[in-house]
T-cell receptor, first 113, second 113 residues
């Protein structure tokens, strides 16, 4: 079946630094990739949608200069949290559309100290 | 953005009992998906529904796409301890942009052995 690999699974970084999260579709081409943020005991909140080779579309309230998304190929999308602050600490999950449906990565737990 | 109304929010049941949860929307959806998420992991697809009235099973799980295209339910029969987790419904809205999914707030299932 369709597999999406997300790395790292967890990261701790200092306030003010940047963190990059990778999302790869391993056995299918992802025409569209989605990035979500999830707070404890809450649902997934869509941050942005990206199509290969074009700029990401951000949801209202999401700062595009803070959450940089790159979708350079049909199998790879990256999310970079720039100048991270403690309030950016959260669980980030990617999803890829392709291979017949929507497949989610295993998530990245980001802790900013 | 729009959210689906998912109920119940949580359920505490005994092993062997059947479980039912549902999602409703004010808009028409052309796809309904049911996911299970365990702590620290991304959502895993359980059942996908693509046609109004469709009834699909996956082992002990059964889900239906409502005739009005504004609702869906998921049933779990003869629950076991490993069914514990958060169950999310998700849907793709008819006419929605960029294949975005809308998520319910989740149903937290606890199974007592």
């Amino acid at each position: 079946g369709a597999v999406v690999s997300q790395h790292p699974s967890w990261v701790i970084c200092k306030s003010g630094t940047s963190v990059k999260i990778e999302c790869r579709s391993l056995d299918f081409q992802a025409t569209t990739m989605f990035w979500y943020r999830q707070f404890p005991k809450q649902s997934l909140m869509l941050m942005a949608t990206s199509n290969e080779g074009s700029k990401a579309t951000y949801e209202q309230g999401v700062e595009k200069d803070k959450f940089l998304i790159n979708h350079a190929s049909l199998t790879l999308s990256t999310l970079t949290v720039t100048s991270a602050h403690p309030e950016d600490s959260s669980f980030y999950i990617c999803s890829a559309r392709g291979g017949g449906g929507y497949t989610f990565g295993s998530g990245t737990r980001l802790t900013v100290v | 953005g729009q959210q689906l109304n998912q109920s119940p929010q949580s359920m505490f049941i005994q092993e062997g009992e059947d479980v039912s949860m549902n999602c409703t929307s004010s808009s028409i959806f052309n796809t309904w998906l049911w996911y299970k998420q365990e702590p620290g992991e991304g959502p895993v697809l359980l059942i996908a529904l693509y046609k109004a009235g469709e009834l699909t099973s996956n082992g002990r799980l059964t889900a239906q796409f409502g005739i009005t295209r504004k609702d869906s339910f998921l049933n779990i029969s003869a629950s076991i301890p490993s069914d514990v987790g958060i169950y999310f419904c998700a849907g793709q809205e008819l006419g929605g942009s960029n294949y975005k999914l809308t998520f319910g707030k989740g149903t937290l299932l606890t199974v007592n052995p």
